[in-house]
């Protein structure tokens, strides 16, 4: 093997380490190749249940159940760019559809996921959301004390978002599409830290 490809290769490493693991892990196989080149791709599962095999060409990556799933929501971005006869959700349900798994946690694993949401970030999620029995779920895992909090502050934000202009309104619902992102994000790593189980 090329010695500067190895050295290319192993800083690579090193830099991606603080992102995303799919993003790192894709990347890394892209540049271990070093070519933009035709290639066959295959998604298999492997004997660990949760344990996914993609391979480029030559190149094998392996994923989580988790990580799949991410990676296969983050596609679909681009698929009306490759294929525009495809009908996709929109972006935000891309986000919406794992979000709701919330409702299949125990209240146990909602409880956990709550202690690490931040508390600005929760409404705004919940708010974009507008889905009453989540909702309703989330409360009943707080204390009286911080569900009427809560409930205050949904009903407040709501109002200003109403009086808002049209771009500003806009400029609100990206924001909570990101935070919403963000979430699912979290659920994903709290599921991989064993602290929740989140399938």
């Not at 949401?117 to 919940?126: I, N």
């Not at 708010?127 to 004390?145: C, G, I, K």
Request: charged residues 30%; contains cysteine.
């Amino acid at each position: 093997m090329d010695c500067r490809k190895a050295n290319w290769t192993h800083s690579a490493a090193n830099f991606f380490k603080p992102f995303n693991p799919i993003r790192a892990k894709i990347l890394l196989a892209r540049f271990k190749g070093m070519e933009r080149v035709a290639m066959d791709i295959a998604v298999e599962q492997i004997s660990d249940p949760d344990g996914f095999e993609i391979t480029f060409g030559h190149v094998r990556v392996t994923l989580s159940k988790a990580e799949l799933e991410e990676l296969v929501l983050k596609a679909t971005h681009h698929l009306p760019a490759l294929l525009p006869e495809v009908d996709v959700a929109r972006e935000e349900d891309v986000y919406r559809i794992p979000a709701m798994r919330l409702m299949d946690m125990t209240d146990r694993d909602i409880q956990v996921f709550l202690r690490e949401a931040p508390q600005d970030d929760l409404v705004m999620f919940l708010w974009y959301l507008d889905a009453p029995e989540l909702t309703q779920r989330v409360f009943s895992n707080m204390s009286h004390r911080a569900r009427e909090m809560f409930q205050g502050d949904l009903k407040d934000f709501a109002a200003a978002h109403n009086k808002l202009t049209p771009r500003l309104q806009e400029k609100n619902t990206h924001k909570a599409i990101e935070i919403t992102k963000n979430m699912v994000e979290m659920l994903y790593h709290l599921n991989d830290s064993g602290y929740i189980a989140y399938e």
